[in-house]
């Protein structure tokens, strides 16, 4: 069942995401080359505390750490440790905080210094496909609009969208009720209402869309060992138009 969020809820969740958003830029500053991925996770939980915010993944199914750091070819849920960030990396970093009892979840790729400008391309895709998914977060629109208008950007580019891991809705827990393939028809599955939360998140590769999941049980990275890129915002539903409660700084 999806759960409608009053207008109460969704402003309560706006500070959940506002430490979102201000967490994932103060993260894009710090993550340079040299800097070891559990400096960023140790960064996050930090600025959290600071913030008056609680990690959302930490201990979530067992998850060790406050934040996703996935590199490269690890497409979602890396644990972030000694791995030192390079040049030409493209780090994804997927942040969630409870605040109030309420959850927000967002997620962004960092390309570091210069990367290939094939790189640069599957990066500025992913964000687009996601901004293509928002924009069908309208009343009246059927959920399977998102994932099909997500899947056009990414599919027009030649990228492959992930079929394993979708999006979800978001609200007193990380996830509720419906899951959001990144693909699939349009006009299907439940119709939009005023109240709905949703987090949307791309999470596109170069090559092949199939994933596997590393030893450590987390670390989801493509099986042809393609480059990934992941983009996430939780966005209300409202009768104005999608709210986008992650929005970043620079209107991102
Ligand atoms: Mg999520």
Known sequence: MIELKSTREIELMREAGRVVAGLLDHLTTYARPGVKTKDLDQEALAYLRTHAAKPA??????????????????????????????????????????????????????????APSKAQQLTRTTQRALEAGIAQAVVGHRLSDISHAVQQVIEREGFGVVRDFVGHGIGRALHEDPPIPNFGPPHIGPRLQVGMVLAIEPMVTMGHYDVEVLADGWTAVTKDRSLAAHFEHTVAITEHGPDVLTQRADGS
């Open 57 to 114: 993944f930490l201990g979530y199914r067992g998850f060790p750490a406050t934040i996703c750091v996935s590199i490269n070819e690890e497409v979602v849920h890396g644990i972030p440790g000694e791995r030192a960030i390079a040049s030409g990396d493209l780090v994804s970093l997927d942040v969630g905080a409870i605040v109030n009892g309420f959850y927000a979840d967002a997620a962004a790729t960092v390309v570091i210094g210069t």
